[in-house]
């Protein structure tokens, strides 16, 4: 896999100095996930306020056994999602899956509300190390749902 | 002889292999270490598939037109040399799809004996009974035997494996039992390159009347094996691990044992006379081969085997070692590289595994990839003894008869990059072989 | 639409074809009229499996290199593309072997149901449960269901062959209960070249709760065919049959079904979780490929579907039409000739069997073979329907898209030949549909 | 298949008038027997006097479904071995197997001790069909055992 220097630098930032990391009490719900790929987990606790779509996250911490992909992208995760409702959450999920299942590299760069997000576009050329990067994702959705 | 004296030119095999001549990324040149995953073809095997093809392509056994005759006799060939390759008679080889499915013939084989007469006694599994497997299995040759045991409530045991990547043998007589109806384990560790000795096992799986079956995937490509010289039962092995064509793998059974062991999947050219109310079947090897099968790639799996004795399999295994000799010092020197494993070449293949301190392994791999050095990162299908070993994944640089002492630097360079970006010199949390605990 | 308005013209189709233009014997053009059997293959179809091989051979699903990731991508694209052609949803393409190894997944996904918890109780089936098939089955879809019946103390049942030829579906009600888990049935007859009516099964099925499983080994290849419109549960068909190479095979399944169901082969790429005690599996398709899968083959496979995509299914069905009422036609103005099967092209495809009184099939064959004409002689895999039809075997000329008019004289010509060598004008004990008694 | 014409003719001729056929009594042994490739088979009696490799065969009767090639084969079988001891069978058998199965078309003619079983010389390029000529001779083994 190849990463444009750019996207490498905020990868590594992430990846060095997490944000959000470690588990927090109290939490409403708590979703462990394997990368069946690799075999690496991911524990992600949720503390929300009120129910369904409206619910307003309000802490997301987590323990995360994975590469550098992965790591980063549940903190970029924790830093988009926090004090957004779940409904937002999940079409933040939503855009994200799709961009990088897209798999159009001339598509230019991602929409900015998608914040170190962007830094991902590079992975869409790459299925194994998608799932690292949505790996955080899917366990938010179950979490929440 | 003379193929013994000469060493092996791996430029000149080189030139045979189409592949290797392309670039990756940005025009890096490949450096596959990724054989032990799936190897490489030369135009031997792709121009004996693509005649075939062209020429003689028909359903075999099952035609009378010219065709047909010689599809089947080009089929039969490859059978019988791949026999000569490995040791043994023609129709003590099955063709399967890949290994995989050749254990699992047996497994399912195993489980059928229930319903199949008193001929299958000897397959028959009863509750209590054992099947012995050991913890640095390949999935292929763990989960089957699990999934036997569910199916008749059979018990699955196993022999542990030492701190330095070992069988451990110690305890032999207290895991195979008289209560073991089979041991099935790797001849060549995927992930360690351990040997494992087949003497030793072979003698007590006979003490107690026990099966043995040897999972070959990672020794036929890389040695000279003979399956009746090492007494086992069964082996399996892969096409597309030994230069042959992926979709064709082999069983070999002995003779007399595949003789009496019910059939496992069933339908058309494996049947004897069929009514709709039942059926017998076919003598060896046909009865274990339904349908039409893999023949292009049994013929290109007969052309690796021509392409392998001609180069000859001692040259293949001595230049191995002198890789892996090479491969085994330069990274044992690394700060942080740990290999997994033997850390000498007596008793071990070409599968060289390690783990970076700090540095997750698809990091690692990352960055050998922006090089163009393409490893294996994982655990490798063999997950039980990646967490024996305390590490939840490894790296994997595997070599072959293509591969030069000058695909080893690049390796190392990449490793050390990695150390550079993701490596425990960088500020951030604790890390601890591949694992990050971020709390 | 431009597709349908032109007609096929084969000389052009067999310019692709490099083995159409050998000769056979001493010389002669060859007429290949086995392609029931197996199908010849294009060379967009070789130089598809060469290229991969060349560019991006690699393990799939296993690796993070480059080539792996190429690899991985082909073989997905593969699925995607065979997917569309037959209308389903990638996830529910499973490859295998051939469509044998497809029937007998889904019927020991159905044995191991019994062990396998409340999740798979869909597939579960108990003594005095039924498993429905025909009697106009290929043996691929007759034994493993015989086999599951022995297995499991389930009860095989069977829809009747009318005299013409037709699936008997008059007691389609009574054989069809609400005891049937399973309804097995060709969608067109190897044979006959019958196309079995899909909605009144499905229909009834649906009614009693059981499942269907379609063969589609004959109809996929020669007509465009959506399973989702057809409203089955699994289907299978071989790639080798639609200009693909040999060694892989199609499962369709339905998505919810896919979900739930045990697995059959297990080993490496079908997990989720491995222990030394237990395993977990991944979800559809991957749960039910173990093992490196045979990806140059998929590749290949994809190809020929964008190639028969290329010339257009409805085409190749009108052009197929075409030769069969010309060879029915033919065929039946000899004397002594009895067609098995439908004698129209309505609800019909391109099979078409037939006795010569008072010659042997084989001895057809051997006259047809000294001039070349490739045709197939036996029971076709399809024994019990020879015998419900009273002959031991018959000849069988299957038509595809690269044969002419042109290929039919020579099979009349043959069959005259063969008559006047061995006929019943000869000299000689009383001889019948094939059958000598020599009392 | 190909055979020669003066081949072509011996077969056709036991072909069209099969000597010693039929299934006759008294008889010591019955074998019925399948050729797996075509599902055509073989009904063959024996009758013999004394035991093992010194029996006499006095008599062998047939009933066959099957092609040319097999009824013309278990003609020329009962031809060669009536009045032989079992021993001289088994050695006819094995010689005739081996000589169908060595694939050497330039080999020349068949030893003359073997009558008209020469004429299936040219069945030994067709695998399918060797199975065929030794259908009987695999009966007769079974029979005289
Ligand atoms: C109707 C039918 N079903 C099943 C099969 C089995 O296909 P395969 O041998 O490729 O598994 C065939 C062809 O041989 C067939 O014609
Ligand atoms: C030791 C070992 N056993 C079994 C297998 C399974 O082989 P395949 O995937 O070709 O069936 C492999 C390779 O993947 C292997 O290395
Ligand atoms: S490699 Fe395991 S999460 Fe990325
Ligand atoms: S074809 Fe059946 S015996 Fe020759």
Redesign the pocket.
């Known amino acids: 896999m190849r990463l444009t220097a750019e996207h490498q630098e905020i990868i590594l930032a992430h990846y060095r100095a997490p944000h959000h990391s470690g588990l927090r009490e109290p939490y409403d719900a708590e979703v462990q996930r394997f990368n069946p790929t690799c075999g690496d987990e991911l524990t992600l606790r949720v503390r929300r306020k009120g129910e369904g779509e409206q619910a307003a996250i309000e802490d997301v911490s987590y323990q995360v056994q994975g590469c550098s992909i992965s790591q980063a992208s549940v903190s970029v995760m924790a830093d988009l999602v926090i004090g957004r409702t779940a409904r937002e959450a999940e079409e933040l999920h939503t855009e994200i899956a799709a961009l990088l299942r897209e798999r159009a590299p001339e598509s230019g760069a991602w929409p900015s509300h998608l914040g170190d997000a962007a830094a991902f576009r590079d992975v869409s050329h790459h299925p194994a190390r998608i799932k690292c990067a949505l790996l955080c994702w899917a366990a938010l959705r179950q979490a929440l749902s | 002889m003379s193929a013994m004296a000469r060493t092996l030119d791996p430029r000149q095999i080189r030139a045979d292999f189409p592949i290797l001549h392309r670039t990756v990324g940005g025009g890096e040149r490949l450096v596959y270490l990724d054989s032990g995953a799936t190897s490489q073809k030369p135009v031997q095997v792709l121009d004996a598939e693509r005649t075939f093809a062209e020429t003689s392509n028909a359903a075999v056994h099952r035609g009378a037109h010219q065709l047909a005759e010689e599809a089947t006799e080009a089929y039969e060939q490859a059978r019988g040399q791949i026999a000569a390759f490995i040791g043994v008679h023609p129709a003590e080889v099955v063709f399967t799809k890949n290994a995989t499915e050749g254990i699992n013939l047996v497994a399912y084989a195993m489980s059928n004996a229930a319903t199949s007469g008193d001929a299958a006694a000897r397959f028959r599994l009863d509750p209590g009974d054992e099947i012995v497997v050991t913890e640095m299995e390949h999935h292929a040759n763990l989960v089957p035997w699990q999934e036997l045991c569910r199916r008749t409530g059979a018990t699955l045991r196993w022999l542990g494996v030492t701190d330095e990547g070992r069988l451990d043998l110690s305890r032999l007589d207290e895991v195979i039992t008289p209560r073991t109806r089979l041991v099935a384990f790797a001849h060549q560790s995927n992930v360690l390159g351990t040997i494992n000795p087949v003497p030793p096992i072979v003698a007590r799986a006979a003490e107690v009347g026990a099966l043995t079956l040897l999972d070959a995937c990672q020794s036929v490509p890389h040695a000279e094996v003979d399956f009746h010289a090492h007494g086992v039962d069964f082996a399996v092995f892969s096409g597309h691990k030994m230069l042959g064509p992926s979709g064709v793998g082999v069983l070999y059974g002995r003779r007399e044992l595949l003789e009496v062991m019910p059939p496992f999947l069933t339908?058309?050219s494996m049947i004897e006379v069929v009514t709709m109310t039942e059926s017998t079947f076919a003598a060896p090897p046909q009865r274990f081969e339904a349908?039409?099968p893999m023949v292009s790639q049994a013929v290109g799996l007969a052309a690796a085997v021509r392409y392998l004795t001609s180069v000859g399999m001692e040259r293949i295994t001595a230049h191995e070692r002198l890789l892996t000799e090479a491969a085994l010092g330069t990274l044992s020197a690394i700060d942080g590289v740990r290999i997994l494993g033997p850390t000498t070449t007596a008793d071990r293949g070409s599968a060289v595994s390690f783990v970076v301190d700090g540095v997750h392994p698809h990091d690692v791999s990352q960055v050998l990839d922006a090089h163009g050095v393409a490893v294996r990162v994982g655990h490798h299908c063999a997950w039980p003894l990646h967490r024996r070993l305390g590490v939840p994944a490894s790296v994997r640089a595997s070599f072959y008869l293509y591969n030069e002492l000058a695909d080893i630097e690049p390796l190392a360079a990449g490793i050390l990059e990695a150390q550079a970006l993701f490596g425990a010199t960088a500020p951030g949390p604790e890390r601890s072989g591949g694992t990050v605990a971020c709390a």
Chains 1, 4 share one sequence.
Do not use: F, L
Request: hydrophobic share 25%.
């Open positions: 339908g058309g349908g039409v």
